[in-house]
């Protein structure tokens, strides 16, 4: 028996479905959702090839009541500029949760992957960052740099953004861009310190192995998005700065412990504090989040299969009769 499956490729995706508060809502229900325990999020298949410089990772998850659960593939191979090529690629496909057939392959290049991740960031900022945030700094100059201080600006709309990164030129791209993206100012922070202590929001969006912020750095009315720490012996945030903080947060606990910031404070034995709360008990009300605009939080962000699942059905539902139809 025949069945169709829809063929999308990035350019449609980026014509129906971009960066917005529709995103950001559909990946808080998808945290909400893995708070109640019903989902299956089986441990990221992650794959590092240090000889070529190269990772991949696999994700999914299972959500009840979906009509489809995505897997979604991400390659990086941090070479590939070098040869005038995107470091990072990748696709999704939406398989139907009630045949196991395939509905939906999108031939994204990891553009549905950088909508969910800055909508995370989003959800994070959401229910962690201070009530009011004039000055936000991100620490990298990627992609996802600018696109989670897209992501924090629909949730708290910041006057200034300072732009950290080990490449002053990028930097001052980077800054550019958002300036005229978001109609703010943005200027280049040349030390890092600096920058936290002036913003109340803070995104870290680097491949980093040794720390960016040190815990000394932190201050009343600071909330931290850690978010480039996805792999292990990734470590962007200083393990005392998790102790130091109020609150410690979570995207999944499990793979904060071998692949986020988590897994340094657990490595170095700083880690006393017991089982730290998941950013979906937050949103569900099950946990306590930011109790005073003083505390100093920090959310944890690896990447969940749920955001994938989440972000593959909300495209395949925006797509329409988009795409190529092939019949098998």
Not at 204 to 228: D, F, N, Q, Y
Request: one cysteine or more; proline letters at 5%; aromatic letters at 4%.
């Amino acid at each position: 028996m025949s069945h169709d499956i829809r063929i999308v490729t990035e350019s449609q995706l980026r014509a129906a479905i971009g960066l917005d508060l529709t995103a950001v809502d559909v990946i808080e229900r998808a945290f909400a959702a893995l708070a109640t325990g019903d989902v299956i999020m089986p441990p990221i298949l992650s794959m590092d090839m240090p000889d070529i410089n190269a990772e991949v990772d696999v994700k999914t998850a299972y959500i009840p009541g979906f009509d489809g659960f995505a897997i979604k593939v991400s390659p990086g191979f941090f070479d590939n500029p070098t040869l005038g090529l995107a470091s990072l690629n990748g696709l999704m496909i939406l398989f139907s949760a009630k045949t196991g057939l395939v509905e939906a392959v999108f031939l994204d290049n990891g553009y549905l992957t950088d909508i969910r991740t800055a909508a995370a960031g989003a959800v994070a900022a959401r229910h962690l960052a201070p009530s009011t945030v004039e000055t936000a700094g991100v620490i990298g100059t990627g992609v996802q740099a600018r696109i989670q201080i897209e992501a924090a600006h629909l949730v708290r709309p910041f006057t200034r953004v300072l732009v950290h990164g080990r490449d002053p030129e990028r930097a001052a791209t980077c800054a550019r861009d958002l300036a005229e993206t978001l109609g703010i100012t943005a200027e280049v922070a040349t030390d890092p310190a600096a920058l936290v202590a002036q913003s109340q929001l803070v995104v870290t969006t680097t491949p980093s192995r040794t720390p960016v912020i040190k815990a000394e750095w932190l201050h009343p009315g600071l909330h931290i998005t850690a978010m480039g720490s996805d792999q292990e012996g990734k470590n962007e945030i200083a393990p005392r700065a998790l102790l130091n903080a109020d609150l410690y947060v979570c995207d999944r606990v499990s793979q904060c412990e071998t692949s986020g910031e988590l897994e340094a404070a657990l490595a170095a034995g700083l880690w006393t504090n017991g089982t730290p709360p998941e950013l979906g008990q937050i949103i569900a009300g099950t946990a306590t989040g930011r109790t005073s605009d003083d505390a100093v939080t920090i959310c944890d962000l690896t990447g969940t299969g749920v955001q994938d699942t989440a972000i593959a059905t909300h495209a395949r539902q925006a797509m329409g009769d988009t795409g190529t139809t092939i019949r098998t």
